[in-house]
C-alpha cells in the first residue's frame, strides 16, 4: 500500500501511538501488567455512583434516551449543554460568556488537532507559523498533530533545584521568543507530564506577550481548574477573549465519553465549529449528557474539590515517599508534584537512555512513559531529555508500590549499583 504524506506521517510510529498500544495490550491482554504509564484517571466509587445514577435517569426518559442515541447533534455541541456550561463558567468566575464562546470537541486532542492546524503550518501567502511552548516538556499528545514540518517552537525551562530529590521547571522568560513566524502560544495547567502549575503571575506574562504579538494563548487545562481541579496549589482560573482554553471530562472519571470543551472567541468557535463539521460530522452525545445535570448544580465542583483532588493530593505525597525509600541515594530527581496525575522522574547522567529505561521496566511488567517524547519543539542535543520517565500513580496503592519499587530495582542496574 502507498500512502500519502499524511498517510505517512499519521499512520506512521509516534510517542503518542506507542503510549495507546501500550495502554490498550496492558489492559486487554495482559491485565496483570503495572500500568503506571497512560492517563487514564484513577477509580473513585463516590464519582462513578453519581455517573451511574446520571445515566439511570437518562435511560427511564425515552426522550433523554432518544437525544442520547438517535439525534445528531450540531459540530458545535448540544445547544442547551453549552448554555450550562457558560452559565457555570459566568457564575463561578465572572466571566462573561455565552454558548456562542463554547464549542464541544470528541476529546481534547482532536480539540487540539483543529486548533493547531488552524493557527499554524502554511499560511495562504506560502508562509509557516509555528505553535510555541513556552515550557517543555510538555504533553506527547501535541508532537505529531500538526500537518506541516517545523510546526512547534519551544523555549527550553530553567531548572531549580530543591530539598529532598525534588525539582522545579520554569518558564525561562529571557529567552522566550516569539516573532511573526509564531502562531500562537500554548501551555497546559497543570503541566502535563511534569505536573508543573504555572503561577497567576506566569500566565498573566504570557497572556500580556499573546496579545502585545496578536497572537492567542491557549491553555490546555485537561488536569486543571475549574475541573477535574488537580491542582495542589493557590491559583486562578483564566481566560479572556484572547485565551483559548480547552476543558476535557476524561480526567473527571469521563474518558470513554470522548468530550472535550473550547471556551473561546465567538470568531475562534465559528471557525472551529466550521472544522469539526468537516472532521467530526457531530459531536458525541454522551459526555455532555452525563455531565449536563452537574454543570446545572454544581455538583462537578463538589466532585473535584471533595473526591478527585484529595484523592490525588494524598496519593502523590505517599509515591513520593515511596521513591524516597526505594531509591535512597541513586541519582534521582522528582517534579516537584503540584498537579495532574504523574510523577515526572529526572534519573540524572543516566548510563542508559529513557527509551531503553522504558523497555526494560515493559520487560518487568511496568509500563511507564519514556521522557524524550514530550521535549516538543526542542530539537537541540540535551542530555536530560533522555534521563527522565512520566510515572502514573492513578492505579490502586498496592500496585503502584510495587511498581516503585521495580523502577527503583531497574534504576540500580542502570547506574551498575547492585
Known amino acids: 500500500m502507498k ?6 506521517k499519521f499512520a506512521g510510529d509516534s510517542g503518542i501511538v506507542e503510549l495507546m498500544d501500550d495502554l490498550g495490550n496492558a489492559l486487554s491482554e495482559n491485565p496483570d501488567m503495572i500500568f503506571m504509564g497512560g492517563g487514564n484517571p484513577g477509580r473513585l466509587p463516590a464519582v462513578e455512583q453519581v455517573f451511574r445514577e446520571n445515566m439511570e435517569s437518562i435511560l427511564e426518559d425515552p426522550q433523554q434516551r432518544h437525544s442520547l ?13 453549552r448554555k450550562e456550561v457558560a452559565a457555570f463558567l459566568n457564575k463561578q468566575f465572572g466571566w462573561s460568556l455565552s454558548c456562542q464562546n463554547i464549542a464541544v ?11 493547531y492546524n488552524m493557527l499554524a503550518g502554511e499560511m495562504s501567502d506560502d508562509t509557516r507559523r509555528a505553535i510555541h511552548l513556552p515550557l517543555s516538556p510538555e504533553y506527547l499528545g501535541y508532537r505529531d498533530v ?7 517552537t519551544a523555549t527550553r525551562p530553567k531548572i531549580e533545584r530543591l530539598e529532598d530529590h525534588l525539582f522545579k521547571y520554569h518558564i525561562d522568560f529571557s529567552n522566550l521568543n516569539v516573532d511573526h513566524n509564531t502562531a500562537a502560544m500554548c501551555v497546559s495547567r497543570p503541566t502535563n507530564p511534569t505536573g508543573n502549575v504555572l503561577t497567576d503571575n506566569e500566565i498573566s ?3 500580556e506577550l499573546a496579545r502585545a504579538n496578536d497572537i492567542p494563548l491557549i491553555i490546555d487545562g485537561a488536569y486543571g481548574l475549574p475541573f477535574p481541579n488537580i491542582i495542589f496549589t493557590e491559583v486562578t482560573p483564566f481566560w479572556n477573549d484572547n485565551t483559548i482554553l480547552v476543558l476535557s471530562l476524561s480526567k473527571l472519571g469521563l474518558p470513554g465519553a470522548r468530550t472535550g470543551i473550547v471556551v473561546a472567541s465567538e470568531e475562534v468557535i465559528q471557525a472551529f465549529t466550521r472544522a469539526n463539521a468537516v472532521i467530526s460530522l457531530s459531536c458525541g452525545t454522551m459526555g455532555p449528557a452525563l455531565a449536563h445535570q452537574m454543570f446545572r448544580n454544581d455538583q462537578i465542583l ?13 496519593r502523590s505525597t505517599q509515591v513520593v515517599d515511596w521513591f524516597r525509600q526505594e531509591m535512597g541515594d541513586l541519582p534521582y530527581q522528582i517534579h516537584k508534584p503540584e498537579g495532574a496525575i504523574f510523577l515526572w522522574v529526572w534519573f540524572e547522567g543516566l548510563p542508559i537512555g529513557s527509551q531503553e529505561m522504558y523497555q526494560r521496566l515493559k520487560q518487568r511488567g511496568v509500563l511507564v512513559v519514556p521522557g524524550h517524547n514530550f521535549f516538543v519543539g526542542i530539537e537541540d542535543e540535551w542530555a536530560h531529555k533522555n534521563q527522565c520517565l512520566r510515572v502514573s500513580y492513578a492505579q490502586d496503592a498496592d500496585t503502584v508500590r510495587q511498581g516503585v519499587r521495580i523502577i527503583a530495582e531497574e534504576a540500580r542496574k542502570a547506574y551498575d549499583l547492585e
Open 105 to 115: 470537541s470528541n476529546g481534547s486532542q482532536s480539540a487540539f488537532f483543529m486548533l
Open 69 to 81: 442515541f438517535g439525534i445528531y447533534q450540531s459540530p458545535q455541541g448540544e445547544k442547551e449543554f
Open 146 to 152: 500538526g500537518l506541516t514540518s517545523s510546526f512547534f
Open 302 to 314: 463538589s466532585l473535584s474539590r471533595d473526591h478527585i483532588l484529595p484523592f490525588y493530593r494524598e
Open 3 to 8: 500512502l500519502s504524506a499524511f498517510g505517512e
Open 205 to 207: 506574562m504570557l497572556d
